[in-house]
């Protein structure tokens, strides 16, 4: 016979696991009642979104991204204080960037960069949603499909 490791109570087979130290190092199940934020889909709240890869189940040469999900429905949800950009946003204001660098003069290249900076900043700043309550943080995503273009 042997005996579990962590409570000393005697087990059936040497591969065996205590039932009750299982029940204790079993991950919390999370509750729909509680927590800081509301999912638009199901109505349950919880504390994080999870990450999830997308496009799910993709061919491992086929790169994928991240998308936020409700812990409880699995619904794409969509930060409404964090604004993403999308990567020919990121692509364009790069590009402005260098082409201050090399057609403007050594003095006034880094004003014209810094500016740039600047108005990426309130860019960004101005495409976050305001007045939006604490607990309506994440809205639904509109459903879309992988690799088409529309800002994966």
Known sequence: MTVCASCGRRLAASQAVCPECDRLLAPP???PTRGAFLCPGCAARFDAAMQSPWPENAR???????RLRCPHCRAVLRDRMRSRV???EIGGLYALLLLAQFQLPAAQARAATFGGMVVALLWV???RERGVPRENRYALEPARQPGTGATD
Do not use: A, I, K
Not at 60 to 66: I, K, N, T
């Open 29 to 31: 199940v999370p509750d």
């Open 125 to 127: 700043l101005w495409r």
């Open 86 to 88: 999308s990567p020919w």
């Open 60 to 66: 491992w040469f086929m790169p994928q991204g991240v």
